[in-house]
Nanobody, 125 residues
């Protein structure tokens, strides 16, 4: 299996980025997906989560209204559209997936087994 993130970059405050994560080696449509981030000196935190069918999404309060998670199961992709970026959004962003037979939509870092290596997002003021 493999998860590979892309789309991280350096932007000014107020800018936008779209992160992508491509999955391979497993039946992606059976897995819930999430985006996490880790800023320097801080613990990794959950940003957004999406159910395996894409019909349920959850956002951290800090990104609600600015970020949108989506997925395309036909392409084995999950996305994170990030708008109105702030310096506080600077972090390494990780894609994670977890088999979700019963549609629980896991939201804790410890719930997720499979992780990508991350992509760096830097927002300067």
């Amino acid at each position: 299996w493999q998860l590979v993130e892309s789309g991280g970059d350096w932007v000014h405050t107020g800018g936008s980025l779209r992160l992508s994560c491509v999955a391979s080696g497993f039946s992606f449509s059976e897995y819930a997906a999430g985006w996490f981030r880790q800023a320097p000196g801080k613990e990794r935190e959950g940003v957004s989560f999406i159910s395996k069918a894409g019909d349920n999404t959850v956002y951290a309060d800090s990104v609600k209204g600015r970020f949108t998670i989506s997925r395309d199961n036909a392409k084995n992709m999950v996305y994170l559209q990030m708008n109105r970026l702030e310096p506080e959004d600077t972090a390494i962003y990780y894609c994670a997936v977890e088999f979700d037979r019963f549609g629980r939509l896991p939201r804790l870092e410890t719930d997720y087994t499979y992780w990508g290596r991350g992509t760096q997002v830097t927002v300067s003021s």
